[in-house]
């Protein structure tokens, strides 16, 4: 791994690598946050149906 990101760098450049990265974790965390949304937006509506059954 160690060896594949130095060769890495080497050839594309160390920019190119961090923006990689950088982008990768991102893209995780905005997975983690659209699951969270819609989790939130289940819930919600679950209240709205309790509150409208009343």
Same mark, same amino acid.
């Given at each position: 791994? &160690?060896? @594949?990101?130095?060769? =890495? #760098? %080497? @050839?594309?450049g160390f920019p190119i690598v961090v923006?990689?990265?950088?982008?990768? %974790?991102?893209? !995780?965390?905005?997975?983690?946050? %659209?699951? &969270? #949304? =819609? !989790?939130? @937006? $289940?819930?919600?509506?679950?209240? $709205? *149906? &309790? *509150? !409208? =059954? !009343?």
């Amino acid at each position: 791994m &160690e060896q @594949t990101a130095l060769t =890495a #760098i %080497s @050839t594309v450049g160390f920019p190119i690598v961090v923006t990689f990265y950088l982008l990768t %974790s991102f893209q !995780k965390s905005m997975d983690r946050l %659209s699951g &969270e #949304i =819609a !989790k939130l @937006t $289940e819930f919600l509506q679950a209240m $709205e *149906r &309790e *509150r !409208k =059954a !009343k």
